[in-house]
């Protein structure tokens, strides 16, 4: 199977920081994956996705990389609204969907 | 705007059966460019992909849950289902539904979820 693996799991950071989130795939079968956001309580927000292709309302300092195995997330410029956990996702072969396991990204 | 909203029982006692619906608003579950799926989030977990169907009927079901998991559709109400067999403590968690891509595109991403609920495995 598949398995993406996140890092770090954990972030503290402060406003107005730059932070960059990797998401690594265990094998190299898909060129592509989406980011997420979630709120505590709340249901997983798309932010990203084919990588690089922010959603539409998105922030632009929101930035995705990478073309597999490893992918990135980067978030410019912190605001306090960014401060949630992460999850990358990717389409693998069968097909199946894989999360990673999420990076929680605390304020300072 | 689209909106999907889970309804199941909160409930479920061991070796008995999940049953969960999404109903679909805003929007035609039976667009020729999009799978419904199911979610699910352990508590303080990741997420986890349960199955997904098309509203034709074609399902896709993740391999470690696919003999507990039936999806089905009903497009005259606008709605898919989760049935998931033989519960235990390890299926407590917070179920989603959402809309995404293909299934057999070079990507898929879930643009839409519902709200989530909470379902809890206890006796």
């Known amino acids: 199977d598949i398995q993406l693996t996140q890092s770090p799991s954990f972030l503290s950071a402060s406003v107005g920081d730059r932070v960059t989130i990797t998401c690594r795939a265990s094998?190299?079968?898909?060129?592509?994956v989406a980011w997420y956001q979630q709120k505590p309580g709340k249901a997983p927000k798309l932010l990203i996705y084919a990588s690089s292709t922010l959603q539409s309302g998105v922030p632009s300092r929101f930035r995705g990389s990478g073309s597999g195995p490893e992918f990135t997330l980067t978030i410019s410029n912190l605001q306090p609204e960014d401060f949630a956990t992460y999850h990358c996702?990717?389409?693998?072969?069968?097909?199946?969907?894989?999360f990673g396991q999420g990076t929680r990204l605390d304020i300072k | 705007q689209l909106q999907l909203q889970e309804s199941g029982p909160g409930l479920v006692k061991p070796s008995e059966t999940l049953s969960l619906t999404c109903t679909v608003s805003?929007?035609?579950?039976?667009?020729?460019?999009?799978?419904w799926g199911w979610f699910r989030q352990p508590p303080g977990k990741g997420l986890e992909w349960i199955g997904s169907i098309f509203y034709s009927g074609s399902t896709y079901y993740n391999p470690s849950l696919k003999s507990r998991v039936t999806i089905s559709v009903d497009r005259s109400k606008n709605q898919f289902s989760l049935r998931l067999t033989s519960v235990i403590a390890a299926d407590t968690g917070i179920y989603y539904c959402g809309r995404h891509w293909g299934m057999t595109t070079v990507t898929t991403y879930i643009d839409y979820w519902g709200q989530g609920t909470q379902i809890s495995v206890s006796s």
């Open positions: 094998q190299a079968i898909s060129t592509y």
């Open positions: 805003g929007g035609s579950i039976s667009s020729t460019n999009y799978y």
């Open positions: 996702q990717q389409l693998s072969s069968y097909p199946l969907i894989t």
